[in-house]
Nanobody, 128 residues
Framework: QVQLVESGGGLVQAGGSLRLSCATS????????MGWFRQAPGKEREFVAT????????SYADSVKGRFTISRDNAKTALYLQMNNLKPEDTAVYYC?????????????????????WGQGTQVTVSS
């Protein structure tokens, strides 16, 4: 069974930091684009950050650029999101996802529809 399992969410004060992890199992995602997306209450799921299969290309939403860093460990097929200087508007459920439509590609897609494997999400709550 293919699984993506997020962890590392929690409650943090504004200005604080969290590191999200996404562990994969059931198949390898080595070489495939992966990303983080989030969904706040009453809002649609949105792009946060993506990373290419090699890790050489990343892309960030304007709202998190300079504060969040996406990375991956291809040996462990794990994905990470370091979140610094968190703001109340970052409060959401964070999902990791994998795009198996392209292997060792270039710039990863920001489009949710490109991603065909999803985790169950981890809650991040930032208090003011």
């Amino acid at each position: 069974q293919v699984q993506l399992v997020e962890s590392g969410g929690g409650l943090v004060q504004a200005g604080g930091s969290l590191r999200l992890s996404c562990a994969t199992s059931g198949r390898t995602f080595r070489g495939y684009d992966m990303g983080w997306f989030r969904q706040a209450p009453g809002k649609e799921r949105e792009f946060v950050a993506t990373i290419s299969g090699s890790g050489g290309s990343t892309s960030y939403a304007d709202s998190v650029k300079g504060r969040f860093t996406i990375s991956r460990d291809n040996a462990k097929t794990a994905l990470y999101l370091q979140m610094n200087n968190l703001k109340p508007e970052d409060t959401a459920v964070y999902y990791c996802a994998a795009d198996t439509g392209r292997l060792w590609g270039g710039t990863p897609s920001r489009n949710l529809g490109s991603y065909d494997y999803w985790g169950q999400g981890t809650q991040v709550t930032v208090s003011s």
